[in-house]
């Protein structure tokens, strides 16, 4: 009998990387917060939002956004979002509104805005159990499969073994790298990424 395979979790750093180039090119995208989501009609800027970086998905005859990737286009200057009367939203009230339909949502915002601005794609995941998956650097969803499937968490959570056992089997049976990242009180994010090591 072979000897079995440990786990051990690494901090990784990931690389820096640019999305400014995609992003600024693009011109302002009016969008609506309907059901827990904002949704854009299919125009120049949001079509070429998604074929270039995946930003949204393509959702009966709209571009849909997850309430992250709003929020990240938001900041971005390049998404408005209206609420149901038909007015703008300002940034805090849109913060607002998501944190009380997602209560870790500044949590997984400052981990999506990260990733992001270091040049992956990432998507949800909530068929495999994750937050979300993260594709590297230069691929897109549908070209290949994503890399790491991310939990975010903030630094003062405490999670079981048995959770993160959990998480590692939901990695290990996608065939996707567990990574963690750790969202302090500024809002900075420290990734450990899961790999396995024969002792």
């Known amino acids: 009998m ?11 750093e990931p690389p820096k990387g640019d ?4 992003i600024g ?14 949704l854009a009609e299919i125009a120049d800027a949001s079509r070429n939002l998604y074929d270039q970086s995946r930003f949204g998905e393509p959702y ?3 571009i849909q956004y997850s309430l992250v990737e709003a929020l990240y286009l ?25 944190t009380s339909i997602e209560p870790k949502f500044w949590v997984r915002y400052c981990v ?26 230069g691929v897109k969803p549908g070209e290949d499969h994503a890399r790491w499937i991310l939990y975010p968490v903030h630094e003062t959570e405490m999670f079981s073994w048995y959770e993160f056992s959990a998480k ?8 996707k790298h567990l990574l963690i990242a750790c969202v302090d009180g ?6 450990w990424e899961l790999s396995w090591i024969r002792p």
Do not use: C
């Open 60 to 62: 009966e005859n709209k």
């Open 19 to 22: 999305v400014q180039e995609v």
């Open 74 to 98: 938001v900041e971005k200057k390049k998404l408005e979002v209206y609420d149901s009367k038909n007015k703008a939203m300002p940034y805090e009230n849109f913060i607002k509104l998501a």
């Open 2 to 12: 072979g000897k079995k395979k440990k786990h051990a979790a690494v901090m990784v």
């Open 112 to 137: 999506y805005r990260d990733m992001r601005s270091r040049g992956y794609i990432v998507k949800t995941a909530l068929k495999f159990g994750a937050d979300f998956r993260v594709y590297d650097r």
């Open 186 to 191: 500024e809002g900075d994010v420290t990734y």
């Open 168 to 175: 590692n089997r939901v990695a290990h049976s996608t065939k």
């Open 25 to 38: 090119s693009v011109e302002l995208i009016k969008g609506s917060f309907a059901n827990e989501r904002v």
